[in-house]
């Protein structure tokens, strides 16, 4: 058996599980037949809960703009949660403009840090990323968001369990102990093939830098470029490169280590 058909082995086994996981925990107003679709699970989570109650985030890497894409088809006027760290590629702020422009009904909105970069530096010392990057990422990324959560009941993410080891068993409905919510993410068993094919189906905005080499994008401080990368990969690879860390920390449960 080659190296290559074992790791789709190995991947699809870990999508049943997951898969069969989340029936056992799901809430009264979710449906098993809800989980087959994307689109079919963010319908029944607006139809449930009012946009208020709502929060999509995305940090505009390729699954993030596709679940746009999905929310935006159903019409609702939603806002889209993203954490402006102030290191973005200058790609990534295009893009923004990009997508404010292709979605007029969906509200952008940057609720990203206070904490300039010359603040954080006064406080915490330079390149703060190079040193201790799990409390870069708890400044810039972390705490906004714990700020944004706490009133909201549902938060759609665009994870996805093959995007690494740690989102393996991910569930596309899960009980959010961290911030006491439901956290949907709907593309958890699509692969980034199937991302790609209905970015390209649906002339999806997306970062350009996809197609140089970046299959995922962060921090330009943070974020390196993958040889050989193409669209329909993903790897974290080019994250914190040299370091063990894997994760900034917004999907990390309580107790579990981001790494470094």
Not at 20 to 26: I, N, S, T, V
Request: one cysteine or more; proline letters at 5%; charged letters at 25%.
């Amino acid at each position: 058996m080659t190296k290559v058909l074992q790791l789709e082995i190995n991947g699809a086994e870990n999508q049943a599980k997951g898969n069969e996981m989340e029936k056992q925990g799901l809430p009264e107003w979710l449906d098993n037949q809800h989980l087959d679709h994307p689109q079919s699970l963010i319908a029944v989570v607006l139809k449930h809960f009012e946009p208020g109650q709502i929060t999509l985030s995305t940090g505009f890497g390729m699954e993030g703009c596709a679940l746009v894409e999905m929310v935006s088809r159903l019409k609702v006027q939603l806002e889209v949660v993203y954490m402006d760290t102030a290191f973005f590629f200058p790609e990534t702020y295009a893009l923004i403009d990009e997508m404010k422009e292709h979605y007029p009904d969906l509200r952008f909105v940057n609720a990203g840090t206070h904490l300039t970069p010359q603040q954080q530096e006064e406080g915490y010392g330079e390149k703060l990323w190079e040193r201790d990057p799990d409390v870069c990422c708890l400044l810039r990324k972390v705490l906004p968001m714990k700020e944004v959560l706490k009133d909201s009941q549902v938060w759609l993410t665009g994870l996805r369990r093959d995007q690494s080891s740690h989102r393996k068993n991910l569930s596309k409905v899960e009980w959010e102990h961290n911030h006491e919510l439901w956290k949907i993410s709907p593309l958890a068993d699509w692969t980034r093939s199937q991302i790609w094919e209905y970015i390209q189906e649906h002339d999806v905005p997306h970062n350009k830098l996809h197609k140089k080499g970046y299959p995922s994008i962060g921090c330009m401080q943070c974020t390196k470029h993958v040889p050989g990368a193409s669209m329909s990969d993903y790897s974290r690879e080019g994250r914190w490169a040299g370091l063990s860390k894997t994760e900034c920390g917004l999907h990390v449960k309580s107790g579990e280590k981001v790494g470094g």
